[in-house]
């Protein structure tokens, strides 16, 4: 039978016809195939009709009779399932029994026969299956506000009865027996697009009656009698489902009929409610008085209160296509007819309406109600819809509201104790300060309960989520409560405390209590009664008491309301409330009495059992103790206690006094029916069985946790920590999401930066964090130990981040590498001001003393041009608003030196060109004060607007210094922050904890508005980069939605002087503004002719020949400027192209390509800027180059060879490719090409480059590979290697690009290669692959991010950029070649785009991706695109096509799998091609944005890259992804081999300790740590008792001070220790592993023991500087004049080592030797950064130690300890960064930050060096025999064996 198959419908559905009961089909009575929970049971109508109406039997009384309208249920007389409980989750009915199997019904339509429970909620869950195998959830309720739908799950709200005003929500009284028709078919295809297969499974929660459900094809009416014809469709309803109707009367009269959709909809309809018609009639029944015409007059009223339901209940969010539209006046509304009531028409098409008869609306509500029910689409006004334009004459500034909140960063403000969980699992609600905010856990959506004006203290909510309420503190604690639905407030009043921290909800809502202190301190305990709150009624004091008992929680008990439970210091007491008085009696607790309690939670009975008497109650407390009390028996149960890990972790139940040491403060627990939850001091989650046998599952957290809640449905854990962040744990996957990060103080500064869609934040927690704007999620954190961060800004190009520091240090940090670029020390004391230009090319900064500092980063380490001292007001602002640059870059503005001077500057050079006296610009006004901010407007206005202390706001002219106008009254208060919009049109101004819009122009009677949320001072607010949204901090991040239309819809911004402009401005500037001539700089853009056809401009020949870096062969061939010219290089077959430049007179005839082309941008180019696209190629910074010439190994006699590469670069784009044919698959991890035989594992390298790889391509028929890199050292041009496949031998070297090849590409033929230049190089190239030539160049005028060959035609080529395609056509005459273009613009309906992704399809289709999600579909034939769908939530960098399949792939780390064979047939329908044939197949989640596809014709299989530096095999038919390749995506810090060499551990910036197989060059086991920084590590030395694998362990460091050993065989964490208060930097195992030693940052070494976690000693000695090296040998016990077994050095950064002798067993730790070695006075040149100190024990000359540093030569010196004195000196090229020595052999192997890697033949043997490493060589290691040497140069890690080793 198809219910237990777990499959779908089996055979035909047959037995089905022509109706199914499922009740009695499946026998639901017996329990078999069928499931319920709670309170579920089959009773007569009668039975459940007297429970209802209260009809309970007393002795000496008769049964009370039914109210009326449940008098006539009783003619049913049968029997019905009856399903209540207090929550709809806790009590269901369930078809079929287990989740794995199916009902396989296929009827079209199910019936479900069932009634409401008066003033209670319902819920039913409808799991159906599609032909695309995928279950969707339908779901309706009378709990659900507004409708939602995501891909696999739809809720509908349920309204009960006829649609009134009071309808949503719980049934009313009179609710009736109700048919509703659920046409399935329809809903999947309305909503989803999905075609409907069968009814999986059904589950009916609480409350209702269900007399049986049915399925069938057909659609039966209950008003249709056996003797009636029917209309056509409709069939008679049978018997065994339809409700007896006595004589005389009608169906429709006594039941209820809904049918969902309504027939012949097409209509989204948000919830599910009766329509008046009845589907036979066809129209109004004459006997039903709710559907007879009303007058005129009566039918407004009702159209008005349908209206308004339908306003009440629909979801602005449901349906956002639609525009919103307000209706104020129904009868001037003209209603068509026939079809449903429709929106008013825009202001422009209102010409010919007429004023409506009252025909006409009669006829219009009799088509509404035909449809069931009127479909209105209205919104509140805050929506964005289109606007009128204002004119002159209007009053205020539009659209009202121009803001509206979107999402607040941030949680608590006065405590993070309160979060709390809606009914339905499935919103969190919490305080951030003074605003309440609901989050959606599933969308990430929030909604606002505003009106406090303080900081909220606490908060509570009833069972139902119907009422919620919270208090602020503050002197005066007034209490709101809010109607939680819809977001209105009930009721406001100040309690009888001065102050309230606790509140506590009765199970119904109707008793509120809080705790809190009177005027004297005093603890108060107040009740409220609340149950009329939500009728309109008042809040009453029940009672209210003074104790002198300590309270930290108090809860009202779940079963009676007038008891309550407190906890406290030293006091557990229970609490009644009787006759208007608060009694309260302590709880026995003998021993424990003196505990203090922080917690309590009452324990709920299951719905089977709470009957059952005696109810648990759980209290915690700061000792660990937990313990369970007794209710009614006032007694101590049992007590267990939390104590720090010990072997064998297990807190059991244990009596009191037992364990030593003090106990885990626990802050918070929670219980439900399987679980308890505790949150601890420590950080833990914890989560325990009901016995608290062992810990189920912990989860650690980097502060105390406040607060843990579990969800009532008991599946997620709601957890807070005193940091600020909110996380959430999902119990049944064990997954952890963290739901909010928020800074811990005020937010000081921020600063976006708009490429990367990304916001910088300093808080005073002394932490700078940096924030996505699309998802507002934490990207990166970074804190100093002891400085706190003041400013900080992005620069506007690279990813880039500054930040200030109260030092007076100002910082730049690379976000991409999380390095520390530069530091600059100018500043002694706060910095007040730090801001980039907008070109890039200078910063700034100031300080608290005036002093100003310019900086050059035309570098990527930037450097100090001038210093000003005294010229910056001290009070002038702060962060990035105390200095203000022009968008020209050309002007400096700030206030000083006085606060009541403005001073501007010319910004390259800091030479005065402006000083403006504020003071004396008014002499009427005595109170204009001085200045406080300042801010340029747009270039064109050329206006400095300056806020004053006396909330004055002067424009000034910024050539003049002459005021232009003058607003006074700007705040109550100085203004703490300026922005004006990008147009010029609207100015954002902060102060007195508001937020004002205004029009700059100053047009309106009331030209601002006000917005609060704040609830401290307001520091800075901002536009965001794209203009569509308002950022404001202070006490939290406030992302405001700007809802202003664009220019063009409203009235232009006027300029002073221009045509038209006000009189008021002309007033102030007598003379008209003449434009600023701007010199030529490469700052600013270049313009282009008007003649320009698009993004792209196409060039005509004589054209193409002036552009710098062009070339062209024409038909003349030799007299382009650039022909490219071929060199042979002799002893080599190896082709050289270059671009040939020529030679002019007034340039030497050496002169470099470079010079001209550099000179050329310098005066007419703008400055390249990144687009705003992951799916662009951006190099990873590297400080070094690899010199010209070093000492590479003669051929054959190479000591060293690659043997592997672990890693693969997730930086390059398109850097990996597989062709499924040959098997041949590659791909780049730096400057390597890795080639690697899928089947055996072994890697081939191919080294040519001496850059970072960024892209590949292999020819179609897989002979050819071509790779791209930039520019090598000495040259002037990328790097374009082309290889020989079958002998790994490259055949030519091309070069052409100026920067950075963005991508390539084959032809169909393989005849052709086509190169994309990057951003910066913006230029296309074609070459022959035959004879390596450049056949045609072309420049374009906006960056290309992909590019594509047309399958069908060699001569057919498109690329993809800003908001357009390039269709390229070769056309070749002989030996000449030139490219035709076209350009098609992107469909107008995306915006403005970029297009980042090409592929081409089947017949002549191409699909291009957007960073905005969509997929366009393109007609190659007449170049147009004809369709268009959303994909994908972000940006699509990778498209692959195959066998009417596509595959995208985005920065949202997922690929998905669309079905596209209807695509082709929709290309004849044009612009009317709808995108619902497009088909989601296969979706899978990965671990990094997509940056590389390759997969086999009909994409079933294929290979995957990401940024996490992972290459994934996926295998869409078994929904599969297996990691081929993985690597670090940071830095590596540390690498060590396994005694044994069978494995080697690795370690890195992002926490993880990885372990890897030295045989396959696999991952074993990788060991996480989140928010910390692995710094070191060490392998654990075989003892000799122990050997084999049980004795593998891994010890580390982290950067917060701990160390942690791993068990390699047992994958855990065996041991924690914290002997360090700063980061680790040196760690390892004493020669007999008995001990661990570690350095720290600080320069503290401790000695701990790996068996017991002490730390034995802690030696000073290097204090101050952090510790390099650890090392540690074996010596003679007496040798070297001193006791002991083992020999120990520790090296630290001033170039100090010290020598230790150790006897570990008899606790000794002797100085042996003392060494300091001399260094220069200063930094040489060309030192970035000091080299580190390094130092080991020599293996093959005992007692001897070879160091090598910073010093005054580039040297390794060989000391003895024996003679005290250098043996010898080793010379060296370079400073060395690396260094190991071999323990079998007299090698030493260095690495340097140039690159190379030398290995050094000792004494004085031969040097050889190996190149390979793109970066520093910061890591090298021999394995314990000698035979391997590991590398690792950034995150790349390299395996090297020795030849004959």
Known sequence: MAAGSGRGPSGHGAWQRPYLNIFKHFRVEEWKRSARDGDVAAVTVTEAVARQGGGQRHHGQAALTPPSPFRKDARLKGSVYRIRGSVPGSSYLQLPRTPTQSLGLTGRYLYVLFRPVAHKHFLVHLDVSTQENQVVRVSFSSLFKEFKSTATWLQFPFVCGAARRDALGAAPADVRWTCLVLDLRSILSLYLSRRYSHLKSIKLCSSLLVKTLCTSDLLFDPGVTPGHRPRRGLSAMPREMAFPVPRGEQWHQLYDYIRFPSEG??????????????????????????????????????????????????????????????????????????????????????????PPSVADVAQAAAVADGDGGIHVYAAPRSRRCPQTVP??????????????????????????????????????????????????????????????????????????????????????????????????????????????FSLSFSRDGAVLCGVGRDGHGKTMVVVWNTAQVTHGGEVAVLAKAHTDVDIQALKIAFF??????????????????????????????????????????????????????????????????????????????????????????????????????????????????????????????????????????????????SCVCISPDGRRVLCSTAAGSLGCLDIPSWGYSTLMRSHGGSVLAFSTEGLRKQMATVSRDNSVRVWDLSSMQQLYDFTAADESPCAVAFHPAQHLLACGFDSGTVRIFDLASSDLLVEHKQHHTVITGLTFSPDGKFMFSSCLQGTLALYSCTEQRSHVLRVLGNVVAAAGG????????????????????????????????????????????????????CSARVCFAPVPRGELLVATSASKLLVLDTRTGRLVREVSGVHKLCCSSLALSRDGRYLLTAGDKVIKVWDYQMRFDVNFQVYIGHSEPVCQVAFSPDQQHVLSVGDAIFLWDFLAPPEGASVPALLPGAEGSSGKLKDACESPEQPVPVPPCRGVSAVRPAACPGVFSELDPEEEADVPGSSR??????????????????????????????????????????????????????????????????????????????????????VLELKAVIGYNGNGRGNMVWHPDTGFFAYTCGCIIVVEDLHSGSQSHWLGHAEEISALAVSHDAQVLASASGRRNGDSRCQICIWNIQDGVCTANLFHHQTQVQAMAFSRDDRFLVTLGDYSDQSLALWDTSTHQLLASTALSQPAHDVAFSPFSHRELACVGKGAVMFWLLEQQGADVSLKVHQAPAPAVLGPVELTSVCYGADALLYSGTNSGHVCVWDTQQNRCFMTWEADEGEIGVLVCGHHRLLSGS?????????????????????????????????????????????????????????????WYINWAESTSIRLISGHKNKVTAVGFSPDETHCATCGEDGSVRVWSLGSMELVVQFQVLNQSCQCLAWKPHAAAARGAESQHVVAGYSDGTIRLFSVSRTEMELKMHPHSTALTAITFSTDGEMILSGSKDGLVAVSSPRTGITLCVLAEHRGCAITVLHCTSKQYHALGVEGGELWLATSSDRRVSVWASDWLKDKCELLDWLSFPAPAGPQEGLSSLPPSLAAFCPWEPGTLVYVGFGLQKEALFYSLHKKQVLRKLSLPYFATSLSLCPAAPFMAVGFGERLLRLLRCPAGAAQDYAGHDDTVQLCCFGPSGRRLLTASHSALFVWELAGA
């Open 560 to 705: 009676d309301d007038t008891r309550m439970v407190s906890c406290g210091r030293a006091s557990v007491r229970l609490w009644r409330l009787r006759a208007g008085f608060l009694r309260s009696c302590p709880v026995a607790l003998g021993e424990f009495q003196s505990l203090h309690f922080t917690d309590l939670t009452l324990e709920e009975p299951q719905a089977a059992a709470r009957d059952r008497p005696g109810h648990t109650l759980f209290v915690c407390s700061r000792s660990g103790h937990v313990l369970e009390l007794d209710y009614e028996n006032v007694c101590v149960r049992s007590v267990r206690r939390l104590l720090p890990t010990q072997p064998q972790h297990c807190p059991g139940q244990e009596q009191p006094g037992n364990g030593a040491g003090p106990g885990i403060a626990i802050n918070s627990i929670s219980i439900s029916s399987a679980f308890c939850a505790t949150g601890s001091e420590d950080g833990y989650l914890r989560l325990w069985p009901r016995d608290f046998s062992a810990v189920v599952l912990e989860a650690e957290h980097e502060a105390p946790l």
């Open 878 to 929: 702060s962060g990035s608003e105390a200095l203000a640059v022009s968008g020209d870059s050309r002007l400096l503005a700030f206030v000083g030196p006085s606060r009541a001077v403005v001073s501007v500057l010319q910004a390259c050079s800091l030479h005065q060109l402006l000083r403006v006296d504020i003071s004396v610009l008014d002499t009427n006004c005595t109170a204009l004060g």
């Open 1451 to 1511: 920065n949202t780390k997922r690929i998905r799998l669309w079905a596209v064979a209807a695509v082709p047939e929709l290309r004849l329908r044009g612009p009317d091609a709808r995108s619902s044939s497009v088909l989601l197949e296969h979706e899978m989640p990965l671990d990094g944005t997509i940056v590389s596809a390759a997969f086999d014709e009909s994409l079933e299989m294929g290979i995957v890259g990401t940024t996490a530096g992972t290459l």
């Open 1113 to 1198: 062969i024409g038909a003349k061939g030799d007299k382009d400027a650039s022909v490219p010219v071929v060199e042979l290089l002799t002893n080599e077959e190896l082709l050289v192209v270059r671009p040939k430049v020529r030679q002019e007179s007034s340039r030497s005839p050496g002169g470099p390509a470079k010079e001209l082309r550099e000179d050329s941008q310098s005066a007419e180019s703008p400055c390249p800027i990144r687009p705003d696209c992951y799916r662009h190629f951006t190099p990873r910074f590297r400080a070094s180059l690899l010199p010209q010439s070093f000492l590479p190994a003669p051929a054959g006699s190479e």
């Open 391 to 500: 004119s002159a004459s209007q009053g205020r500034l539009l659209p009202d509201p121009i803001l509206r909140l979107r999402t607040i960063i941030g949680f608590g403000g006065c405590s993070t104790r309160w979060v709390l969980w809606t009914q339905d699992s499935s919103v969190v609600v919490y305080p951030c300060h003074a605003v309440i905010v609901a989050l959606q856990i599933h969308t990430g959506e929030q909604r606002f309960f505003m009106g406090h004006t303080d900081k909220v203290s606490a908060l509570a909510m009833d069972s139902s989520s119907t009422v919620l309420a919270s208090v602020q503190a503050g002197p005066r604690a007034v209490l709101r409560l809010w109607d939680f639905p819809t977001g209105s407030c009930l009721s406001v009043f100040k309690t009888q405390a001065q102050s309230l």
């Open 265 to 354: 909809s097409s209509v989204l309809v948000d919830s599910i409610q009766k329509s008046c018609a009845s589907p036979a009639a066809g129209g109004q029944s004459p006997a039903d008085p709710g559907c007879q015409l009303p007058q005129p007059g009566a039918l407004a009223k009702a159209l008005r209160d349908r209206l308004s339901l339908v306003h009440q209940i629909t979801s602005p969010e449901a349906v956002p296509r639609r525009c919103p539209v307000v209706m104020r006046h129904i009868p001037e509304v003209q209603l068509p007819a026939p079809g449903p009531l429709r929106a008013v028409a825009a202001a422009g098409q209102e010409k010919e309406q007429r």
